[in-house]
């Protein structure tokens, strides 16, 4: 059994919002399966001349990883058990964090299996449980949320004060400058999506996001305190305002599936027909990695 760092811990959260935790106070953690390795699926063609092959493709399946946990104390049990059989579900869906060394990622799938034996009910309860999670990456414990449209304070110069008027007079070099791109760095394994909201503070017109050559233009009008959603990272992508599907309200040559945060630096830029100084834009998105 591998020894484990000092540091670690494990958070389950199930779809419902109900928590289980290994954390060396009911439960600790004994083993951890298939969070620090990965395997890569690799097609190769034979080459029509010569020795070896060309990869073709590359892909990660989805990844099972496995938990073990012993109960702490055994005058508990039986209420341990109550609690972590009622817990784990095979129908619902569960957030799994694994803090590491300090480094907390988590990934969301379903119980693959399911093991807490019967036995002598004063002995050390040893609970395993795996889950299937569909995105085999562990993402960011950090959505690393970005606000592109923040103002940013310039300089005016000469800066004079009039005393009766309490005013500041002369000639303004620039008094704030409204910015409407961010640079974001994704420095995780591969690729990944992110979320935008948009909050209207005023009148807007047609308002979109723009990622590289791609963007997703919204055919609507916003007033003050709507809010629009564009959310990459479901799959299909969707788009909400106010809560409410308007998919059918986006621009025909809209390109859902381009919006991808590459590795390295990205620009993320954001436009409307009419009022883009009356919007408030903010990027969500999770770096993703193969292993913790």
């Not at 017109?205 to 919204?218: F, H």
């Not at 709507?226 to 909400?240: C, G, H, L």
Request: proline share 4%; aromatic share 10%.
């Amino acid at each position: 059994m591998p020894r484990l760092d000092k540091e670690v811990k494990v958070q389950i959260v199930r779809s419902d919002n109900k928590e289980f935790n290994i954390n060396g106070s009911d439960w600790k953690l004994l083993e951890l399966e298939g969070f620090g390795e990965f395997e890569n699926d690799i097609s190769v063609v034979d080459k029509a001349v010569g020795d070896g092959g060309t990869i073709t493709s590359s892909r990660m399946e989805a990844k099972d990883r496995t938990i073990v946990a012993k109960s702490l104390n055994r005058h508990l049990n039986d209420v341990l058990r109550r609690e972590a059989d009622s817990f784990f579900n095979p129908k619902l869906t569960y957030k799994v964090y694994l803090t590491y060394m300090g480094i907390t990622r988590w990934a969301e799938g379903m119980i693959y299996k399911y093991h807490l034996p019967n036995g002598n009910i004063h002995r050390t309860m040893i609970l395993t449980v795996t889950f299937l999670f569909p995105n085999p990456y562990l993402k960011s414990f950090e959505d690393f949320g970005e606000d592109i449209a923040s103002i940013t304070p310039m300089l005016g110069f000469p800066y004079i004060c009039n005393i009766s008027s309490g005013r500041p007079q002369g000639i303004t070099g620039g008094i704030y400058n409204f910015a409407r791109q961010v640079v974001l760095d994704n420095d995780g394994a591969v690729e990944t999506y992110c979320r935008a909201v948009f909050v209207a503070k005023g009148d807007v017109t047609n308002p979109s996001l723009i990622i590289g050559k791609s963007y997703v233009k919204v055919l609507d009008t916003m007033v003050a305190g709507d809010v629009i959603e564009m959310d990459f990272t479901k799959a299909p992508p969707t788009v909400k305002k106010n809560g409410v599907n308007i998919i059918g309200k986006c621009d025909r040559t809209s390109s859902f599936d381009t919006m991808i945060l590459n590795r390295g630096e990205t620009v993320i830029q954001f436009d409307a027909d009419d009022g883009t100084n009356l919007l408030r834009v903010s990027i969500y998105y999770n770096k993703l990695y193969a292993v913790i």
